[in-house]
């Protein structure tokens, strides 16, 4: 069985800080972790995958995240916010490509000025 | 490329009528597609997962007789609620996936827009 649990439902930056958005998985099988952003009323856009070799996965709009199998973790980050990151964020994990996806509770992020 | 649609992108309908949602694969073959529901401010909850020319397979708890779900082909697949209550009313979003791969594409699943369904 695999599982996800997102950090935090909301979280605010102020603009130009650094957003980092948590995520922990359960899983039985080696992972295949996930990053999507939804804005309101619209589908779900990857912004970064994370399958097999390299660790630390970048994506796009400047977020990248690290696969830390010790931790169990997959967190999201970028540098500098931006008022148009401003959304909902949901990780997710699958065993094995192209197999059902397990989506955390998601984390809105706010960005302020 | 890996363009999924879904149609009508929002619906509104009586109690007790059936609504079909179609969700489409544009510019690639989806041998697999799923279908999730999403209550406002919530998670995306999978109902089903569905292969071309096979029987959906429902996620527990959900009435297969309520949500009818047809994958004739490998560019559509549809969902269908059947006799509608408030209750139903919910985002619907599907998925599709290439399952053994396709060139220049991976197995992850690409998403549609989303079906805004509201029943009065």
């Known amino acids: 069985a695999q599982s996800v649990t997102q950090l935090g439902s909301h979280v605010s930056v102020s603009e130009g800080a650094l957003v980092l958005l948590r995520c922990n998985y359960s899983?039985?099988?080696?992972?295949?972790l996930f990053w999507y952003v939804q804005y309101p009323n619209q589908g779900l856009q990857l912004l970064l995958k994370y399958t097999t070799g390299a660790t630390l996965v970048k994506g796009i709009n400047g977020f990248e995240a690290e696969f830390k199998k010790s931790e169990t973790s997959f967190h999201l980050t970028k540098p500098s916010a931006h008022m148009s990151d401003a959304a909902e964020y949901f990780c997710?994990?699958?065993?094995?490509?192209?197999?059902?996806?397990?989506f955390g509770t998601g984390t809105q992020l706010k960005v302020e000025l | 490329g890996a363009v999924v649609s879904q149609h009508p992108s929002w619906v509104i309908c009586k109690s007790g009528t059936s609504v079909k949602i179609e969700c489409r694969s544009l510019d690639f073959q989806a041998t697999t597609m799923f279908w999730y529901r999403q209550f406002p401010k919530q998670s995306l909850m999978l109902m089903a997962t569905?292969?071309?020319?096979?029987?959906?397979?429902?996620e527990q708890g959900v009435e297969k007789d309520k949500f009818l779900i047809n994958h004739a082909s490998l560019t559509l697949s549809t969902l269908t609620v059947t006799s509608a209550h408030p209750e139903d009313s919910s985002f619907y979003i599907c998925?599709?996936?290439?399952?053994?791969?396709?060139?220049?594409?991976?197995?992850?699943?690409?998403f549609g827009p989303g079906t805004r369904l509201t029943v009065t």
């Open positions: 998925s599709a996936s290439t399952g053994a791969g396709s060139p220049g594409l991976s197995y992850e699943q690409y």
């Open positions: 899983s039985s099988v080696p992972p295949y």
């Open positions: 569905s292969n071309e020319g096979s029987k959906a397979t429902y």
């Open positions: 997710a994990v699958s065993e094995g490509g192209g197999n059902k996806l397990t």
